[in-house]
């Protein structure tokens, strides 16, 4: 528990950086959508240690690559290869300790649903710890709304339809 504790003090600090590298460079405040591990170590839901962030790009202008610098390590996830729905906007938790970038974590249940396309040893671990506090209503409607998408790279939907069976049975779903 406590190296989790330091993890999240780094992965904060991190992302106060990022806060002090956009105002140097005058870069107007953005917002950031974290998912994946990272998401659950800051949400605090979840206490697997992990390093990387993993973040939905959201059409960044170049310039704000010296910001994302700052986080060392990290995945920029395009939205039309990432199962995600198009409302996690909507459901994301916005973290008030960053003052100056809209820090946002995405909800329990649409982190879960970003999981089920691998299935992982560590997804499916991530996803044993997660779906404790899911609400199962609500994943069964942003499974609908990831398959609704016309959007999503054709070669994804199906992988997530292949894994869906053994999402619902292992978690009743």
């Not at 904060?12 to 170590?41: H, R, T, W």
């Amino acid at each position: 528990m406590v190296i989790i504790m330091e993890l999240k003090k780094q992965m904060e600090q991190n992302i106060y950086d990022m806060e002090k590298v956009a105002q140097l460079f005058d870069i107007e405040p953005f917002d950031i959508y974290l998912l994946g591990g990272s998401a659950c170590i800051l949400g605090g839901y979840t206490d697997r240690a992990t390093r990387d962030f993993d973040f939905l790009d959201l059409n960044y202008p170049s310039r704000f690559g010296k910001v994302f610098a700052q986080l060392r390590d990290f995945d920029m996830l395009e939205y039309e290869s990432t199962l995600i729905s198009p409302k996690y906007k909507d459901r994301a938790i916005k973290l008030d300790q960053f003052k100056y970038l809209n820090v946002y974590v995405l909800s329990v249940e649409d982190i879960i649903i970003s999981k089920i396309i691998r299935l992982e040893q560590k997804d499916i671990e991530d996803i044993d710890a997660l779906i404790k506090t899911a609400d199962k209503k609500l994943i069964n409607k942003i499974i609908d709304e990831v398959l609704e998408r016309n959007d999503l790279y054709q070669s994804k939907k199906d992988k997530f339809l292949q894994q869906l069976p053994i999402f619902r049975e292992r978690y009743n779903v």
